[in-house]
């Protein structure tokens, strides 16, 4: 018998080494894969969050106007103690840019006026007939939309006090300012009022304001009056007063507000950019025809109340159409928004977008004149 070799009997049997050409060019289309799968995962979740972001973005610039303008709403009419308040007699709708105390005095009796401001060309529910009106402290206004004026006294007196009393040297710091004092008059004990621009003089304004309370020998309080124009220009940053070529060649439609203000000791407007990618403001209004402190019938754009009427308006619907400020790629917005009633015929008013990729959104708030309506159910 033969006897096997030690090298035959132990020999191991073959082993590859490596890779073949085809296992390594499946590798590679495998790697390519997944990297390219991770890639799309990536940005479509970096697309998504831009996304997110901007509909945050839109969401609070429309919840910040609606807050805004209904906070400050809410306080029209408000000119501390007084009880009545004096009844306009102007012919005609007073100048919301007034800058003197005496005229602005006079417009009191109106807490809240406002104007359906043209549309550049006829558009559904819009008025592109009559002529805008001549307001020299705002600018840029875009056409088909409105603008609201609010009137009040600040309630919040206490920058211009020392320990509660009226201090004259913090009066005279706020130079320019148009103060309300409402007091006593102390020879004859009768109740009275009075509208003065602060000096930046002390004496002056100890002099001006003569008003005291109920004992007759403590100065009466005095109130910064508050007047704003909430408005919706046509860009965001003008470029020497224009809107052309603004906001680098792409105009953000921008909630602003006038407000009556001092430059040089001397009462002055300043406008503030309030929220951008508002691009509609519509407002109604409620009045009392009755006079019980609660709207009577259905609410009527601006043009519709009449001079004698805009005393009686005890409340306000707000329409607010705000877009996006950056478009969102692959999305086209062809849609119709009711923006309520926006014009002097009563037409119920519609924007259709224009088919671009800005993401919108309606917000509407009903707001109550509390100060007007409160003091005739009172």
């Not at 306009?88 to 109106?110: F, H, Q, R």
Request: hydrophobic fraction near 40%; charge should be neutral; glycine fraction near 8%.
């Amino acid at each position: 018998m033969t006897k096997l070799q030690p090298s035959q009997a132990l020999r191991s049997p073959a082993r590859q080494r490596g890779l073949t050409l085809v296992e390594f060019m499946i590798s590679i289309v495998l790697g390519m894969i997944m990297v390219a799968a991770l890639a799309t995962l990536i940005a479509d979740q970096s697309n998504n969050r831009a996304e997110v972001e901007r509909n945050g973005r839109l969401i609070e610039n429309g919840r910040y106007s609606v807050r805004m303008m209904v906070d400050d709403l809410q306080m029209a009419g408000y000119w501390g103690e007084l009880s009545n308040t004096p009844a306009y007699a102007g012919a005609a709708l007073p100048d919301p840019c007034e800058l003197a105390a005496s005229n602005i005095k006079d417009a009191m009796g109106i807490h809240v006026q406002a104007y359906d401001w043209p549309a550049a060309s006829a558009a559904a529910g819009y008025n592109a007939t009559g002529t805008a009106p001549t307001l020299s402290c705002i600018g840029n206004v875009k056409p088909g939309t409105d603008v609201i004026v609010v009137r009040h006294a600040d309630p919040d007196a206490s920058a211009l006090q020392t320990g509660g009393i009226t201090d004259m040297n913090k009066v005279a710091a706020a130079a320019g300012s148009v103060m309300l004092q409402t007091g006593m008059i102390a020879a004859t004990q009768g109740f009275d009022y009075m509208m003065v621009a602060a000096s930046s003089t002390a004496n002056t304004n100890t002099t001006n304001f003569t008003l005291v309370k109920k004992d007759l020998t403590t100065r009466a309080t005095l109130r910064k009056t508050v007047v704003r124009i909430y408005y919706v220009s046509s860009c965001s940053v003008e470029v020497a007063g224009s809107c052309v070529g603004a906001d680098n060649g792409n105009p953000i439609p921008t909630l602003k507000m006038a407000e009556l203000s001092t430059a040089g000791g001397a009462p002055a407007w300043t406008k503030v950019s309030l929220a951008e990618g508002i691009e509609n403001l519509q407002v109604t209004f409620g009045v009392d025809s009755d006079n019980d402190g609660a709207p009577n019938g259905l609410d009527v754009a601006p043009g519709s109340v009449a001079l004698a009427s805009w005393p009686d308006v005890m409340s306000a619907k707000l329409t607010l159409l705000v877009r996006s400020n950056e478009a969102s790629p692959g999305y086209s917005d062809a849609k119709t928004y009711a923006m309520g009633t926006v014009d002097s015929a009563g037409t119920d008013g519609t924007v259709v977008a224009a088919s671009d990729r800005y993401r919108r959104h309606v917000f509407v708030q009903s707001v109550r004149f509390v100060n007007p309506s409160g003091r005739r159910t009172s």
